[in-house]
């Protein structure tokens, strides 16, 4: 008898410890360990957790357990936003109360506001597009692709043509390594829109890319230089640009690429650095590319009137995506061009990695203000030293101005190197370009434009860059934060090997890397390279890559760009854990408790 009593009393002890520690693991709990950037927003769990280990909650019953209903969760919030409260702002005073109404804000984030824990997609932009493309006489376009993966990734190129035909070209890029795709091979060299095209760029095999389209021209045979865009990840039915001019000496284009199986009317709204507006309306066949000229409707002069910044609306809601290339002889004298991708919405704030006043630089902000009233903007420069200055400007509705660096921070050395921060101030969204004119090291004259990146990341990809002769490639990088940034650069070689660099940005800052100090110079397929700078101490940058050239011995210029964003896989906090728990299948509502969280 005592045998089969103390065969018995063996398992029950197990299934009770087994209980214990299943009912208690985080592992089967559901939750896992946050991120270190999220570690402050998940301090209110750890409180409610104390909370619900009193004893009035393990002794009572389930059903005896007091669950906060939405509407006091709604009520809370109400009474708490109506004496001014903010989500997430720590006030003195609001503590946690066992069994009583919920605070929704100080420590302990809003429970209907507070952001999910979001996973993060290894592969967030399966295709780009590209609207702007030639294989005309004395136009040289290429597609470099950059593959940051552990395999192998299949690309395929589809071009749409300005006749409306399509044709496509594949290839594979080997893991941590850059390829390049010249579109002659494929469409030939003629002077009419048949070699005119627009790009679709996919990979096959669920591999992220990242792409760019660089290009080297004479353009008319007088105005030599080069331009560069990192493809658009989506198409959508608006494109905003804040720069264009139609002053006498620039040539300013917009093209556009349908990408639907039906035609795309498009309206293209012009607003004047004097304040009136213009409009034009196209209408781009399926599956093609279209080509406007801003000057046929606003003609040309010398004059604000003749500066403007562009929506580009389709109003039949098919996808599209605009380009601006431009091309220019600066002052009669730089000869260039540059081109913007179009951003498809406006934002409070844009970032600009690189800037400078030296001699023989010239930068410009261009801003458009598509609102129905008047946005106020402040420019902060972040100097290479720490140091930074700032600048405001009223900008009138449908209008866009133009903010002169050189007239706040005068010109000179290295220490006339910047960054720059434009934003809104008085709750409007604004759109923000920066180009540049140059004479670099007074042998290459050219220009460039980016549109601003609307928020810093850790990471930052590029497909473009070589240290072949007569390229001079650079990395600009923008510390906003009051942490140095220490950063990690990997270039990967046409040849499929690697190299590194470390640097670190002081807080407020910018700071600059020459790319032949590491690649060395080459001409060869070894001397190509993509790059990826990586912030490793958990900051937040903004980096663009400008280069300048003299492009075999004849073309000079210049192109910059900011790198694509994103991170590559993981998980991206949320303040809102309880939230997120409530919303799993199967736990729900009753296992609310007392904070909201």
Sequence with gaps: MRSLRRRTAIPICVLVVAAILFGTSPLYAGTTSPPPAATAAVTAPAAATAAQSTPAETTGSQQNRRTVTPAQRQTAADNAAAKGLQVGKTTAGLTPTPGGVPDYFGPYPNYANSPLPNAIAAFPFPKFYFAEGTTRPNFETYFTIQNPGASTARVKLTYMTGDGKNASVGISVPKNSRATINPVTTLGSANDSAHDFSTLVECLNKIQVVVERPMYFNYNGVWTGGSDAVGATATAKSFFFAEGTCRPNFETYYTIQNTGTKGANVQLTYMRGNGTTAVQNVAITPKTRGTIHPADVLGVGNDAAHDFSTSVVCTNGQPIVAERPMYFNYNGVWTGGHDAMGITAAAQAFYFAEGTTRPNFTPYLTIQNPNGSQATVKITYYMADGTNRTQTMNLVAHSRGTAI?????????????????????????????????????????????????????????????????????????????????????????????????????????????????????GNDAAHDFSIRAECTNGQRVIVERPMYFNYN??????HDAVGLAYDATGVQGGTGIRKFVDSLPGVGASNANDLGQ
Aim: hydrophobic letters at 30%.
């Design 553 to 558: 011995g004849a073309w000079t210029g210049g």
């Design 405 to 521: 660096p050189s007239d706040v921070l005068g010109s000179g050395d290295v220490g006339h190197d910047f960054s720059s921060k434009v934003e809104c101030t008085n709750g409007l969204k604004i759109i923000a370009e920066r180009p540049m004119y140059f004479n670099y090291n007074n042998t290459w004259t050219g220009g460039s434009d980016v549109m601003g990146a609307t928020a810093s990341a850790p990471d930052f990809y590029f497909a473009e860059g070589t240290s072949r002769p007569n390229f001079d490639p650079y990395l600009c990088i923008l510390n906003p934060g009051d942490v140095a940034a220490n950063l990690t650069i990997t270039y990967m070689m046409g040849n499929s090997k690697t190299s590194t660099q470390q640097i670190s940005v002081p807080a407020f800052s910018r700071g600059t890397i020459s790319c032949r100090e590491i690649t060395g110079t």
